[in-house]
């Protein structure tokens, strides 16, 4: 993408209290996910967090604008449920990121989209937000009381008015506790990592969850992400485009030790409703990303499960309601719940059949 000195001064980078709150926005849903892999894979968080800083600004920069960086949440939710292995994840994302990049540059995203119906990509998501919950509620059954606690603490900030935010207040509540109880961990600078995901990676579950994945990323992380930059900003930045900087994006930095990411329209409407407007917030917050990527390690390794079940479930509890928003509720239904018995792979593949065929009925 090609910017003018027009398009520059359109697209500033300003820093103010507006643009760090924006940043926090787009947090809610980064910290919580990415803890939780750390936590319960042998996947670094110094790494994982320093990629999301990395390309925070990248990004941010490149488009002149509050764009979004992302977990991939289907995958993501696959490892924490111990449905993927962190090779199989790696793998998932670089076939991913393979498939966003020819689609990209192709511009081939808008032909694709035709066949996955808003209902399908719905009730991928609800599916994921399912098996999150059912994570969430295994993690929190092994210290009810302190799993409760934090429920109490995620209902008061709800009552105030930040439902978003919940997930990431607990976050920090466990943090603060998990220091009273180690100490504040010493600065550590993340090592330098390389490598490519072995051949035995390659498994029908990694390929289920690169279809499924495929489907909310196309949905949500391409279509409705270029529609909100339109609403918000008046950018015009294709589906065709964000699809390829996903899949630049991964390519690069998975085999650098980093995991599946994504732009996300939840992120850009975080940003946008906590006051961004500039793509100074993503400076802002890669700055806290690397920060955290510093001091990070000796946290979560001690992080309180039951906290952290109770953070899933929370994150779940988004993901269902993004789920509900469907225009063909028992169809999105379906395919959530054949997720959940079966794997999201399956039911993604049956629910775009069962689209497919009502669309031609219809």
Known sequence: MAFSSDYWREHSVEFSAGEFTGAIGDSVTVFPVVVAIAALTDLSLSHLLLWFAVFQVVWGL???????????????ALVIAGALTASELALAGLLAGVVLLVVGWTGTLGRIEQYVGQPVIRGVQLGVGLILLETGIQLSLDGVTLAL??????????????QQASALVVLCVGAVFTITQVGVPSPQLPAVTAGLPRLSSVSVATLEGTVAQLAMTVGNAAV?????LSDYYDADVSADELSTSMGAMNLFAIPLGAMPMCHGSGGVAGKYAFGARTAGSNVILGVIYAGAAVLAVGIVAAFPLPMLGVVLGLIAIELGRAGLDTDHLPLTLGIGLLGVVTNIGLAFVLGALGFLLLERSS
């Open 62 to 76: 490149y488009y002149g604008l509050p764009v979004s960086v992302e977990p991939m949440k289907a995958l993501a």
């Open 224 to 228: 409705a992400t270029s529609l909100l």
């Open 149 to 162: 606690l934090s429920a109490g603490v995620a209902a008061v900030v709800t009552v105030a008015g930040y």
